[in-house]
Protein backbone atom coordinates (compact mmCIF):
# COMPACT_ATOMS: atom_id res chain seq x y z
CA UNK A 1 0.00 0.00 0.00
CA UNK A 2 1.14 3.53 -1.30
CA UNK A 3 1.35 6.36 1.28
CA UNK A 4 -1.01 9.13 0.63
CA UNK A 5 0.51 12.20 -0.68
CA UNK A 6 -2.49 14.32 -0.40
CA UNK A 7 -0.86 15.86 2.61
CA UNK A 8 2.22 16.98 1.29
CA UNK A 9 2.68 20.89 1.61
CA UNK A 10 4.98 22.65 -1.31
CA UNK A 11 8.08 23.59 -0.22
CA UNK A 12 7.69 26.68 2.12
CA UNK A 13 9.51 30.59 0.13
CA UNK A 14 12.33 30.22 2.22
CA UNK A 15 15.27 31.46 0.07
CA UNK A 16 18.41 30.46 2.74
CA UNK A 17 18.19 27.15 4.09
CA UNK A 18 21.67 26.33 3.74
CA UNK A 19 22.23 22.87 3.18
CA UNK A 20 25.37 20.60 3.89
CA UNK A 21 25.94 17.83 1.02
CA UNK A 22 28.10 15.08 1.84
CA UNK A 23 28.76 11.34 0.41
CA UNK A 24 30.98 8.52 1.14
CA UNK A 25 33.85 7.91 -1.06
CA UNK A 26 33.57 4.41 -2.03
CA UNK A 27 33.87 4.80 -5.99
CA UNK A 28 31.24 6.67 -7.81
CA UNK A 29 27.87 5.55 -6.64
CA UNK A 30 27.36 7.47 -3.37
CA UNK A 31 28.51 10.88 -5.23
CA UNK A 32 26.71 9.86 -8.49
CA UNK A 33 23.67 10.16 -6.25
CA UNK A 34 24.01 13.33 -4.40
CA UNK A 35 24.44 14.83 -7.32
CA UNK A 36 20.70 13.73 -8.87
CA UNK A 37 19.55 14.55 -5.16
CA UNK A 38 21.01 17.95 -5.17
CA UNK A 39 19.64 19.15 -8.60
CA UNK A 40 16.38 17.89 -7.03
CA UNK A 41 16.40 19.38 -4.21
CA UNK A 42 18.12 22.71 -5.79
CA UNK A 43 14.80 22.93 -7.86
CA UNK A 44 12.92 23.85 -5.38
CA UNK A 45 14.90 26.82 -5.25
CA UNK A 46 15.38 27.48 -1.04
CA UNK A 47 18.90 26.62 -0.37
CA UNK A 48 22.00 27.57 -0.73
CA UNK A 49 24.36 24.19 -0.95
CA UNK A 50 27.51 23.46 0.33
CA UNK A 51 29.10 20.19 -0.70
CA UNK A 52 32.18 18.87 1.51
CA UNK A 53 33.77 15.67 0.85
CA UNK A 54 37.13 14.15 -0.47
CA UNK A 55 38.88 11.78 -2.48
CA UNK A 56 36.69 10.21 -5.28
CA UNK A 57 33.39 11.55 -4.35
CA UNK A 58 35.65 14.82 -4.51
CA UNK A 59 36.39 14.47 -8.07
CA UNK A 60 33.07 13.76 -9.41
CA UNK A 61 30.97 16.21 -7.35
CA UNK A 62 33.30 19.20 -8.03
CA UNK A 63 31.40 20.54 -10.70
CA UNK A 64 27.81 19.74 -9.27
CA UNK A 65 25.25 21.94 -8.28
CA UNK A 66 26.92 23.71 -5.23
CA UNK A 67 27.27 27.43 -4.44
CA UNK A 68 30.42 26.10 -2.50
CA UNK A 69 32.69 23.15 -2.80
CA UNK A 70 35.03 22.08 -0.30
CA UNK A 71 37.65 19.63 -0.13
CA UNK A 72 37.68 17.80 3.68
CA UNK A 73 36.96 14.45 5.12
CA UNK A 74 32.84 14.49 6.22
CA UNK A 75 34.26 12.16 8.97
CA UNK A 76 35.85 14.36 10.92
CA UNK A 77 34.07 15.43 13.68
CA UNK A 78 36.84 17.13 15.66
CA UNK A 79 36.03 20.88 16.44
CA UNK A 80 38.46 22.10 14.81
CA UNK A 81 37.52 20.23 12.06
CA UNK A 82 36.04 21.56 8.70
CA UNK A 83 33.31 19.19 8.84
CA UNK A 84 32.32 20.58 12.02
CA UNK A 85 32.63 23.78 11.45
CA UNK A 86 30.15 23.91 8.19
CA UNK A 87 27.75 21.77 10.29
CA UNK A 88 27.38 24.67 13.18
CA UNK A 89 26.39 26.96 10.34
CA UNK A 90 23.99 24.39 8.38
CA UNK A 91 20.49 24.04 8.66
CA UNK A 92 20.74 20.97 6.50
CA UNK A 93 22.63 17.65 5.83
CA UNK A 94 21.70 15.74 3.34
CA UNK A 95 24.13 12.31 3.04
CA UNK A 96 24.44 9.95 0.03
CA UNK A 97 25.85 6.68 2.07
CA UNK A 98 28.24 8.79 5.14
CA UNK A 99 26.63 7.65 8.31
CA UNK A 100 29.26 8.66 10.57
CA UNK A 101 28.41 12.68 11.37
CA UNK A 102 24.51 11.92 11.49
CA UNK A 103 24.47 11.36 15.11
CA UNK A 104 26.75 15.00 15.83
CA UNK A 105 24.54 17.10 13.29
CA UNK A 106 21.14 16.31 15.30
CA UNK A 107 23.05 17.28 18.33
CA UNK A 108 23.42 20.79 16.58
CA UNK A 109 19.68 21.11 15.83
CA UNK A 110 20.59 20.24 11.64
CA UNK A 111 17.70 18.28 9.97
CA UNK A 112 18.80 15.52 8.48
CA UNK A 113 18.61 13.39 5.13
CA UNK A 114 20.22 10.26 4.66
CA UNK A 115 20.33 8.73 0.92
CA UNK A 116 20.83 4.88 1.53
CA UNK A 117 21.38 3.18 -2.04
CA UNK A 118 22.38 -0.34 0.12
CA UNK A 119 19.72 -0.63 3.01
CA UNK A 120 19.16 -3.93 1.55
CA UNK A 121 22.65 -4.86 2.06
CA UNK A 122 23.61 -4.23 5.63
CA UNK A 123 23.58 -6.62 8.47
CA UNK A 124 22.73 -4.10 10.91
CA UNK A 125 20.97 -0.80 10.24
CA UNK A 126 24.26 1.53 9.85
CA UNK A 127 22.89 4.70 11.85
CA UNK A 128 20.50 5.00 14.62
CA UNK A 129 17.08 5.82 13.14
CA UNK A 130 16.87 8.49 14.96
CA UNK A 131 19.70 10.50 14.28
CA UNK A 132 17.77 10.87 10.60
CA UNK A 133 14.91 13.03 9.78
CA UNK A 134 13.92 11.41 6.23
CA UNK A 135 15.65 8.31 5.81
CA UNK A 136 15.29 7.64 1.38
CA UNK A 137 16.34 4.22 0.82
CA UNK A 138 16.48 3.24 -2.95
CA UNK A 139 13.99 0.20 -4.02
CA UNK A 140 16.24 -2.75 -4.16
CA UNK A 141 15.63 -6.54 -3.96
CA UNK A 142 14.87 -7.01 -0.52
CA UNK A 143 14.12 -2.89 0.60
CA UNK A 144 10.14 -3.54 1.06
CA UNK A 145 10.88 -6.14 3.34
CA UNK A 146 13.05 -5.11 5.37
CA UNK A 147 11.69 -2.00 5.89
CA UNK A 148 8.20 -3.80 6.96
CA UNK A 149 9.98 -5.57 9.23
CA UNK A 150 10.83 -2.46 11.09
CA UNK A 151 7.21 -0.83 11.27
CA UNK A 152 7.77 1.15 8.62
CA UNK A 153 8.55 3.76 10.68
CA UNK A 154 7.63 6.96 9.24
CA UNK A 155 10.79 8.42 8.89
CA UNK A 156 11.71 6.01 6.15
CA UNK A 157 10.75 6.48 2.46
CA UNK A 158 11.55 3.69 -0.22
CA UNK A 159 11.67 5.54 -3.50
CA UNK A 160 12.66 4.37 -7.16
CA UNK A 161 15.68 4.52 -8.43
CA UNK A 162 16.69 7.87 -9.28
CA UNK A 163 18.52 8.11 -12.47
CA UNK A 164 19.47 10.59 -15.11
CA UNK A 165 18.55 8.31 -17.75
CA UNK A 166 15.06 8.87 -19.93
CA UNK A 167 13.90 5.14 -20.30
CA UNK A 168 14.71 3.42 -23.50
CA UNK A 169 16.58 6.11 -24.88
CA UNK A 170 19.59 4.36 -26.16
CA UNK A 171 20.70 5.22 -29.81
CA UNK A 172 23.07 2.31 -30.11
CA UNK A 173 26.63 2.98 -32.05
CA UNK A 174 29.89 0.91 -32.89
CA UNK A 175 32.08 1.69 -29.74
CA UNK A 176 31.93 -0.51 -26.66
CA UNK A 177 32.19 1.47 -23.32
CA UNK A 178 34.06 -0.23 -20.19
CA UNK A 179 33.13 1.55 -17.27
CA UNK A 180 35.08 0.84 -13.80
CA UNK A 181 33.32 3.23 -11.46
CA UNK A 182 35.42 5.60 -8.96
CA UNK A 183 37.22 2.40 -8.11
CA UNK A 184 38.25 3.37 -4.82
CA UNK A 185 37.39 2.18 -1.39
CA UNK A 186 38.70 1.83 2.02
CA UNK A 187 39.26 -1.44 1.78
CA UNK A 188 41.68 -1.60 -1.00
CA UNK A 189 45.02 -0.33 -1.94
CA UNK A 190 45.65 1.35 -5.15
CA UNK A 191 47.66 -1.73 -6.41
CA UNK A 192 45.15 -4.41 -6.22
CA UNK A 193 42.89 -1.41 -7.66
CA UNK A 194 44.66 -0.79 -10.83
CA UNK A 195 45.35 -5.16 -11.03
CA UNK A 196 41.53 -5.70 -11.36
CA UNK A 197 41.67 -2.90 -14.12
CA UNK A 198 44.26 -3.95 -16.08
CA UNK A 199 43.12 -7.52 -15.84
CA UNK A 200 39.43 -6.76 -17.25
CA UNK A 201 40.93 -4.14 -20.06
CA UNK A 202 43.51 -6.69 -21.62
CA UNK A 203 40.87 -9.58 -22.15
CA UNK A 204 38.37 -6.77 -23.52
CA UNK A 205 40.92 -4.54 -25.58
CA UNK A 206 42.23 -8.56 -27.29
CA UNK A 207 38.50 -9.14 -28.08
CA UNK A 208 37.45 -5.94 -29.37
CA UNK A 209 40.36 -5.68 -31.66
CA UNK A 210 39.44 -9.13 -33.27
CA UNK A 211 35.91 -7.85 -33.94
CA UNK A 212 36.95 -4.86 -34.77
CA UNK A 213 35.09 -3.09 -32.16
CA UNK A 214 36.42 0.50 -31.12
CA UNK A 215 36.56 0.64 -26.68
CA UNK A 216 36.27 3.84 -24.54
CA UNK A 217 37.06 3.32 -20.67
CA UNK A 218 35.44 5.48 -18.26
CA UNK A 219 36.50 5.33 -14.71
CA UNK A 220 38.50 6.96 -12.06
CA UNK A 221 41.12 9.96 -13.29
CA UNK A 222 44.63 8.31 -11.82
CA UNK A 223 43.45 5.10 -12.99
CA UNK A 224 42.94 6.14 -16.74
CA UNK A 225 46.29 7.95 -16.75
CA UNK A 226 47.80 4.51 -15.28
CA UNK A 227 45.95 2.52 -18.12
CA UNK A 228 46.81 4.90 -20.94
CA UNK A 229 50.63 4.56 -20.05
CA UNK A 230 50.13 0.32 -19.72
CA UNK A 231 48.20 0.50 -23.47
CA UNK A 232 49.68 3.49 -24.80
CA UNK A 233 48.93 2.30 -28.42
CA UNK A 234 46.26 4.81 -29.03
CA UNK A 235 43.61 2.04 -29.76
CA UNK A 236 41.75 2.85 -26.85
CA UNK A 237 40.08 5.92 -25.51
CA UNK A 238 39.63 7.00 -21.74
CA UNK A 239 37.71 9.60 -19.91
CA UNK A 240 36.67 10.39 -16.57
CA UNK A 241 33.34 11.80 -16.90
CA UNK A 242 30.59 13.58 -15.14
CA UNK A 243 27.40 12.10 -14.64
CA UNK A 244 25.64 13.67 -17.91
CA UNK A 245 28.90 13.03 -19.99
CA UNK A 246 28.68 9.30 -19.01
CA UNK A 247 25.39 8.70 -20.01
CA UNK A 248 25.73 10.95 -23.73
CA UNK A 249 28.16 8.12 -24.20
CA UNK A 250 26.00 5.20 -22.82
CA UNK A 251 23.29 6.55 -24.90
CA UNK A 252 25.55 5.89 -28.40
CA UNK A 253 27.62 2.81 -27.07
CA UNK A 254 27.09 -0.51 -28.81
CA UNK A 255 26.89 -2.12 -25.54
CA UNK A 256 28.34 -1.73 -22.02
CA UNK A 257 30.86 -3.56 -20.14
CA UNK A 258 30.96 -2.84 -16.84
CA UNK A 259 31.43 -3.72 -12.97
CA UNK A 260 28.03 -4.48 -11.44
CA UNK A 261 28.01 -0.96 -9.61
CA UNK A 262 24.44 -0.99 -8.62
CA UNK A 263 23.62 3.40 -9.95
CA UNK A 264 25.66 2.11 -12.69
CA UNK A 265 23.22 -0.66 -13.65
CA UNK A 266 20.34 1.18 -13.05
CA UNK A 267 21.31 3.72 -15.77
CA UNK A 268 22.01 1.47 -18.14
CA UNK A 269 18.57 -0.85 -17.47
CA UNK A 270 16.73 2.68 -17.68
CA UNK A 271 18.44 3.69 -21.19
CA UNK A 272 18.08 -0.13 -22.64
CA UNK A 273 21.80 -0.63 -23.71
CA UNK A 274 23.21 -4.21 -23.75
CA UNK A 275 24.92 -4.37 -20.67
CA UNK A 276 27.76 -7.18 -19.69
CA UNK A 277 28.84 -7.31 -16.03
CA UNK A 278 32.12 -7.96 -14.76
CA UNK A 279 33.19 -9.90 -11.74
CA UNK A 280 32.84 -7.70 -8.52
CA UNK A 281 35.35 -5.31 -7.50
CA UNK A 282 34.19 -4.87 -3.82
CA UNK A 283 31.86 -6.13 -1.17
CA UNK A 284 28.43 -4.84 -2.34
CA UNK A 285 28.91 -5.55 -5.99
CA UNK A 286 29.73 -9.12 -5.16
CA UNK A 287 26.17 -9.32 -3.61
CA UNK A 288 24.61 -7.23 -6.34
CA UNK A 289 25.89 -8.82 -9.05
CA UNK A 290 24.17 -12.61 -7.44
CA UNK A 291 21.34 -10.87 -6.64
CA UNK A 292 21.02 -9.62 -10.33
CA UNK A 293 21.87 -12.66 -12.55
CA UNK A 294 19.35 -14.66 -10.23
CA UNK A 295 16.38 -11.92 -10.74
CA UNK A 296 17.29 -11.32 -14.70
CA UNK A 297 17.86 -14.62 -16.12
CA UNK A 298 19.04 -12.92 -19.41
CA UNK A 299 21.55 -10.45 -17.87
CA UNK A 300 25.00 -11.34 -19.31
CA UNK A 301 28.01 -11.17 -17.03
CA UNK A 302 29.94 -13.74 -15.31
CA UNK A 303 31.60 -14.00 -11.69
CA UNK A 304 34.60 -15.17 -9.93
CA UNK A 305 32.91 -18.72 -9.25
CA UNK A 306 32.12 -19.39 -12.98
CA UNK A 307 35.69 -18.60 -13.68
CA UNK A 308 38.46 -19.77 -10.81
CA UNK A 309 35.84 -22.02 -9.32
CA UNK A 310 35.91 -19.97 -6.06
CA UNK A 311 32.37 -18.73 -4.44
CA UNK A 312 33.45 -15.54 -2.18
CA UNK A 313 29.48 -15.56 -1.03
CA UNK A 314 30.02 -19.24 0.35
CA UNK A 315 30.54 -17.68 3.55
CA UNK A 316 29.96 -14.79 6.25
CA UNK A 317 32.57 -12.59 4.96
CA UNK A 318 33.74 -8.90 6.61
CA UNK A 319 33.65 -6.28 3.82
CA UNK A 320 37.26 -5.72 3.74
CA UNK A 321 38.02 -9.55 3.56
CA UNK A 322 35.71 -10.22 0.83
CA UNK A 323 37.17 -6.58 -1.17
CA UNK A 324 40.35 -7.86 -0.44
CA UNK A 325 39.65 -11.64 -2.06
CA UNK A 326 37.62 -10.23 -4.92
CA UNK A 327 40.72 -8.00 -6.20
CA UNK A 328 43.38 -10.98 -5.67
CA UNK A 329 40.91 -13.33 -7.52
CA UNK A 330 41.60 -10.44 -10.30
CA UNK A 331 45.52 -11.14 -9.99
CA UNK A 332 44.78 -14.70 -10.06
CA UNK A 333 43.15 -14.75 -13.40
CA UNK A 334 46.26 -13.13 -14.93
CA UNK A 335 48.41 -15.78 -14.24
CA UNK A 336 46.05 -18.01 -15.30
CA UNK A 337 45.80 -19.00 -19.02
CA UNK A 338 42.71 -21.29 -18.00
CA UNK A 339 40.86 -18.58 -16.02
CA UNK A 340 41.86 -15.75 -18.55
CA UNK A 341 40.63 -18.13 -21.54
CA UNK A 342 36.90 -17.98 -19.31
CA UNK A 343 36.78 -14.58 -19.31
CA UNK A 344 37.71 -13.87 -22.24
CA UNK A 345 34.94 -16.45 -23.68
CA UNK A 346 32.52 -14.56 -22.11
CA UNK A 347 32.98 -11.65 -23.38
CA UNK A 348 33.62 -12.82 -26.77
CA UNK A 349 30.01 -14.62 -26.35
CA UNK A 350 28.19 -11.18 -25.51
CA UNK A 351 30.12 -9.07 -27.78
CA UNK A 352 29.55 -11.70 -30.82
CA UNK A 353 25.89 -11.05 -30.43
CA UNK A 354 23.60 -8.29 -32.37
CA UNK A 355 21.27 -5.92 -30.92
CA UNK A 356 18.43 -8.30 -32.52
CA UNK A 357 19.58 -11.14 -30.28
CA UNK A 358 19.96 -8.93 -27.32
CA UNK A 359 16.39 -7.61 -27.12
CA UNK A 360 15.42 -10.27 -24.90
CA UNK A 361 18.13 -9.59 -21.84
CA UNK A 362 17.21 -5.71 -22.55
CA UNK A 363 13.30 -6.34 -21.99
CA UNK A 364 14.44 -8.50 -18.67
CA UNK A 365 16.39 -5.37 -17.58
CA UNK A 366 14.04 -2.35 -18.39
CA UNK A 367 11.24 -5.32 -16.87
CA UNK A 368 13.59 -5.16 -13.41
CA UNK A 369 13.71 -1.16 -13.10
CA UNK A 370 9.37 -1.59 -13.95
CA UNK A 371 9.73 -3.63 -10.60
CA UNK A 372 11.57 -0.88 -8.58
CA UNK A 373 9.34 1.60 -9.92
CA UNK A 374 5.99 0.45 -9.03
CA UNK A 375 6.51 -1.44 -5.48
CA UNK A 376 8.60 2.04 -4.32
CA UNK A 377 5.96 4.15 -1.94
CA UNK A 378 6.49 7.32 -4.08
CA UNK A 379 7.62 8.18 -7.16
CA UNK A 380 10.63 11.20 -7.46
CA UNK A 381 8.37 14.24 -8.47
CA UNK A 382 6.61 13.66 -4.90
CA UNK A 383 10.16 13.64 -2.84
CA UNK A 384 10.99 17.34 -2.84
CA UNK A 385 8.05 18.05 -1.26
CA UNK A 386 8.07 15.31 1.45
CA UNK A 387 11.48 16.20 2.59
CA UNK A 388 9.76 19.82 3.21
CA UNK A 389 7.22 17.68 5.10
CA UNK A 390 9.93 15.93 6.86
CA UNK A 391 12.16 18.91 7.46
CA UNK A 392 11.51 21.01 10.56
CA UNK A 393 14.33 23.90 8.72
CA UNK A 394 11.67 24.67 6.54
CA UNK A 395 9.00 25.25 9.10
CA UNK A 396 10.50 27.97 10.88
CA UNK A 397 12.78 25.95 13.02
CA UNK A 398 16.30 26.33 11.81
CA UNK A 399 19.34 26.39 13.66
CA UNK A 400 20.87 29.67 13.99
CA UNK A 401 24.54 29.57 13.25
CA UNK A 402 26.85 31.72 11.18
CA UNK A 403 26.06 32.29 7.49
CA UNK A 404 28.15 30.57 5.12
CA UNK A 405 30.41 32.61 2.47
CA UNK A 406 29.13 33.53 -0.75
CA UNK A 407 29.92 31.47 -3.72
CA UNK A 408 33.56 29.63 -3.79
CA UNK A 409 35.43 26.72 -5.07
CA UNK A 410 38.32 25.36 -2.92
Not at 25 to 35: R, T
Not at 211 to 236: H, K, M, P, T, Y
Not at 362 to 375: C, L, N, Y
Amino acid sequence: MKRPSARIPAMPARADLRTLFIAEAFGFGPASKLLLLAGKLRACGNMTATYLGDGCSYELCSGGPFDTVLYGDPTDLRQESMLHQQLVSADILVSSMEFKPLATARSLGLTTILFDSLFWMWPELSCDPKDVNLYICQNFLGVKDRVAALGRPRNFLVVPPLTLAEDCAWQGGGTVLLNFGGMDNPYADRAAVLGYAVCMLKSLLEECRRQGLGLEVCGRSWVNQELSRIFADGFVCFGTLAPEAFLARLRQARCLVTSPGLETLYEAFTLGIPTFILPAQNNSQAYQARRLRREIPRLAGIEWRDILNTDLLARPLAPAKLTQQALACAARVQEDAGANALLRGAIREFLQQDAASLDGQRREQFDFIGRMRSTADVQWPEVPSLVALHTPACQGNAYSGTRPAGKTRK
